[in-house]
């Protein structure tokens, strides 16, 4: 619970870029740019700064995944089940890649 406590910061900017982003969805080619390019390209900025700053952990990509459930229902349909694995995903390669990138 400390660690959920202490990086905070990272859940909220991944909770705004899952929430209000979609907001900005009016068609379908907005939709797939957001999907595609917007929502990974800023879970994986955040993912390498969180493991830039913290010790590698599978809770951070498992809370992501979690996060971006709800959106099925609020913004997408059953055919984006893929994107919640795949954030997941990106989230993990980007904690990773900022771990390997951390000074020791």
Avoid: C
């Avoid at 929502?39 to 700053?53: A, E, K, N, Q």
């Avoid at 459930?69 to 989230?91: D, E, G, H, K, R």
């Amino acid at each position: 619970m400390d660690k959920i406590k202490k990086n905070w910061i990272y859940y909220l900017i991944i909770f705004i870029t899952f929430y209000l982003i979609p907001i900005l969805i009016k068609d379908t080619g907005s939709g797939i740019f957001i999907l595609l390019i917007v929502i990974p390209l800023i879970t994986l900025f955040t993912s390498i700064i969180y493991g830039l700053s913290n010790k590698f952990d599978f809770i951070y990509p498992l809370i992501v995944a979690i996060l971006f459930i709800p959106t099925l229902f609020i913004y997408y349909n059953t055919s984006a089940w893929v994107y919640v694995i795949a954030y997941s995903m990106i989230a993990l390669i980007g904690e990773l890649l900022g771990k390997t990138l951390q000074r020791k």
